[in-house]
């Protein structure tokens, strides 16, 4: 029901067409997609891709629609985070923070991207963990201080990390683990030679 709803935003606009051609037996299809930064519509047919007007969308026997959440209000906040950015790079700040570039893709895509979360490259102690040290940089971008903290202003969550390093923690888990799974192993196989002994 509508009172379950926890969106705020009501609006879709139309990004994308699948049209089928042929009969319920067979056929070929086809894709109309809309360039959401050039406002250009293209066909897609298998490798031809061609630009195409909105009034040829329009009209088109439509299969499958795709619409997206639209958003006026992140528009002007995405605006106000690139205004920011550039602003931090003639003005370099002393402070610089990690954001998850998956957050950072839902913020530059979705009309309602949520907390800012950065669980996916650190751990529970906020360093990063030990099988996520050598490809952290892959998980996460940098944001100078102004752009960080009206990111976090807007949106909340986090944590803030203005630092990586290896959680300690985490490694000393890792370890512990790694010792249990091998103490583990060596009873079981202490414990298979002497069942085998008595089998044979």
């Known amino acids: 029901s509508c009172a379950d709803c926890v969106s ?3 609006s879709y606009d ?3 067409v699948i049209c089928h051609h042929g009969t319920a037996g067979g ?3 086809t894709c109309y997609s809309l360039n959401c930064i050039s406002e250009q519509w293209f066909e897609f047919d298998d490798q031809y891709v061609t630009q195409v007007s909105p009034e040829t969308v329009q009209n088109c026997e439509a299969y499958v629609l795709f619409y997206k959440k639209s958003s006026e209000a992140m528009g002007k906040l995405r605006h106000r985070a690139v205004e920011l950015t550039e602003l931090s790079q003639n003005e370099p700040s002393l402070m610089q923070f990690y954001v998850s570039k998956q957050w950072v893709n839902k913020f530059n895509t979705f009309a309602e991207p949520g907390p800012i979360d950065n669980s996916d490259f650190l751990c529970a102690h906020g360093g990063v963990h030990p099988s996520k040290e050598p490809y952290v940089n ?3 971008t940098v944001l100078s201080q102004g752009v960080w903290e009206y990111l976090y202003d807007t949106f909340g969550g986090g944590p803030a ?3 990586l390093y290896a959680c300690m923690s985490c490694q000393q888990e890792q370890q512990a683990l790694h010792r249990r799974i091998k103490h583990e192993l060596d009873v079981f196989m202490q414990l298979n030679k002497v069942i085998h002994h008595y089998i044979v």
Do not use: A, F, K
Request: charged share 5%.
């Open 138 to 140: 892959q998980l996460c």
């Open 14 to 16: 139309l990004v994308s």
């Open 8 to 10: 705020q935003v009501t």
């Open 27 to 29: 056929g070929h299809y």
């Open 161 to 163: 990390c203005n630092r």
